[in-house]
Every structure is written in structure tokens, then in C-alpha cells.
């Protein structure tokens, strides 16, 4: 099977033709996308011009919608590797594509890129509706998607780490956990970070969204 054949068997089949199977689960997850837009919205409105004296940021809006899209790519990597890897154990057929050609490696990068494609919509969805709330973005084309290949070539070991703590641990993963919740608090996602203490302020230069975010 060619390159083209396990893009078609990863993406469509085992990605799309799943996801849209389960309806509810579709229903909810797009939910899981539009609510924390409209949730930080109302926040931001009721604060007002408190975020540009206190925090710094003029376009609230622009700001947190940006941060979700980013951090999106990172917890959809992680977290579809990782349960790729689960219920791949629960099929029992996880041994068949460690001895195939495609290999564990390939196994992996293939899983990804359904993360990746499905946060690629979730980032439009995200930023779509910004823009109808108002958001004034500025993009550099060029540069975003330099940024964001930077930020998913870091994810993307990240992800395989959660993947091998999954194949130990079976339920529960602390580093999904960890990238795919605190880097909202963490990583500049709804706030900056400066307004964070300087000791919690080091943890976040270590995270790769950190950067990406400011870039």
C-alpha cells in the first residue's frame, strides 16, 4: 500500500467514516468547540476595559480565539495518538501493525495526521466565529504556518510519549492530561502569561505552545 492508500485508510476510513458514525459523539464534540468561545466572550465583555489597563490586551476576542485554535493542535495530537494506541489494545490488533510495513513508527505519524486534520477545522470553526464576534486578526500566512509546523513537529514527541505511557498504564495518562488541560492555564492560551507568578512563569517557557502562542 502506497502513500496515498494509508492517507485514504488513516484519514477517511479510520478517521472520517468513524467519527461521523458516531453522531452524538460528533455533535458533542463540535459543542466542545463553539461553547469555551462564547463562554470567554461574555467574560471578556463583562470585564471590559479592565483587560487592556490590567492585562495588556487590547483584542480579547482576537487574543483567546487565537489561543484555542493553537492549543487545539496540541491537545488533538497528543490525545489521538494515545487513543489510537488504546483501542487498538482493546481490538487486540495493535501487534499487526507493529509487524506491518507501515510499522510502529508510521502507525504513529498516519494517527496523527486525523488529529491534526480534524483540529484544522476545529481551528476555522474557532476563528470563524471570532471574526463574526468581532475579532480583528492580522496574519501572516507564511509565518503562521511556519510557526505551526514548528509547533506540531514538538507536539507530535510529546504525543508519542503520552502513547507510550498509554501502552503501560492502560487508563490514565498524565501527560495528556497535563498538555491537553493545564496548558489553558499555563501556556498563554486565555491570558498572558505575564500575569502569572515568576516561579509558574518558568514552567510555561518550557511548554512549546508558549512560544508558538507569542509568535
Known sequence: M??????????????FRVWVSYRTQTVLTVLGW???????????????????????????????????????????V??????????????????????????????LLYSALWGLVLNTVNAVVILAIGYALGADYHINILSTLLI???????????????????????????????FNTFTN?????VFPITVLPIYIRYISYAIPLTWALQG
Open 2 to 15: 502506497g502513500i496515498s492508500g494509508k492517507l485514504y485508510s488513516f484519514l477517511y476510513l479510520r478517521g
Open 34 to 76: 463553539v461553547l469555551p468561545v462564547f463562554t470567554y466572550y461574555f467574560v471578556g465583555t463583562s470585564l471590559g476595559n479592565r483587560l487592556v489597563t490590567e492585562i495588556g490586551v487590547k483584542d480579547y476576542t482576537a487574543f483567546f480565539t487565537v489561543g484555542l485554535a493553537f492549543q487545539g493542535y496540541v491537545s488533538s
Open 78 to 107: 497528543i490525545s489521538t495518538i494515545s487513543q489510537r494506541l488504546r483501542n487498538e489494545q482493546l481490538y487486540g490488533t495493535i501487534e499487526y501493525y507493529v509487524i506491518s510495513r507501515t510499522g510502529t513508527i508510521g502507525f
Open 148 to 178: 505551526l509546523v514548528l509547533l506540531l513537529i514538538s507536539t507530535l514527541g510529546i504525543g508519542m510519549l503520552a502513547g507510550a505511557v498509554t501502552m503501560i498504564t492502560k487508563q490514565g495518562n498524565p501527560i495528556s492530561l497535563f
Open 185 to 189: 492555564l499555563l501556556a498563554g492560551t
